[in-house]
């Protein structure tokens, strides 16, 4: 019930498409939804996060769109850019201890050909 | 601020000896969190600590795996004895509050020969 499941494990986009990456989650407890970025050799960073309220959240050319029925989430990169090839890691969290903890997904590495 | 410090970057050690990586969280963080991240298995929560005190060690593998916070501003994982499944990189993370963004050390990579 902890688990985040992510996919796809790998994702090859020519520049200027759109990336998608999906996670699904089982405990209806959690209610933070961030994504994190991560380049080789470099801890990940936060890129994005949604919380329960809202369906969708948008900034800049990278969108979350959330379902709470289906316990869903994904990561939507507009013109995907070389720049964007990295790691990306969905994560979720509930507010209270001890639970108020990071649970990453497996990861979807990146890659985007000019 | 600097964001979260660690060291040391690299640590090649022998089995059996032990391994100490520190981590300096940001100033004014009440948590602080230790990662293991391993291709086969990603990003894995070993602790994490609230104001110092260790509220969930359930992640961490096994008793040769020891954490401690003495202050808000130092955290140390030791790894006594090392063993060549051990090798991994190792983050430390800060958070400010709960259920918000928690900010990544470089990592420590540490190889066990």
């Known amino acids: 019930q902890q688990q985040v499941k992510q996919s796809p494990q790998s994702l090859i986009v020519q520049k200027g498409g759109i990336s998608i990456i999906n996670c699904a989650y089982e405990n209806t407890a959690f209610d933070y939804f961030p994504w994190y970025q991560q380049f080789p050799g470099k801890g990940p960073a936060l890129l994005i996060a949604i919380r329960p309220d809202v369906s969708e959240k948008k900034e800049g050319r990278f969108t979350i769109s959330f379902n709470k029925s289906a316990k869903q989430f994904s990561l939507h990169i507009m013109d995907s850019q070389p720049g964007d090839s990295a790691t990306y890691f969905c994560?979720?969290?509930?507010?209270?201890?001890?639970?108020?903890?990071?649970?990453f997904g497996t990861g979807t590495r990146l890659q985007v050909f000019p | 601020d600097a964001g979260v410090i660690q060291s040391p970057r690299h640590e090649v050690t022998e089995m059996g000896q032990e391994v100490t990586l520190r981590c300096k969280p940001i100033?004014?963080?009440?948590?602080l969190f230790w990662y293991r991240q391993t291709m086969m298995r990603g990003l894995e929560l070993l602790i994490y600590f609230n104001n110092n005190v260790p509220i969930d060690d359930s992640g961490m593998p096994e008793d040769r795996f020891s954490a401690k916070m003495p202050n808000a501003s130092f955290s140390t994982l030791k790894i006594q004895p090392s063993e060549p499944r051990d090798s991994a990189v190792y983050f430390c993370?800060?958070?400010?509050?709960?259920?918000?963004?928690?900010?990544f050390g470089q990592g420590t990579r540490l190889t066990v020969v």
């Open positions: 993370a800060s958070s400010l509050l709960p259920n918000t963004e928690a900010f």
């Open positions: 100033s004014g963080h009440d948590y």
């Open positions: 994560a979720a969290s509930m507010g209270t201890p001890p639970t108020d903890k990071l649970i």
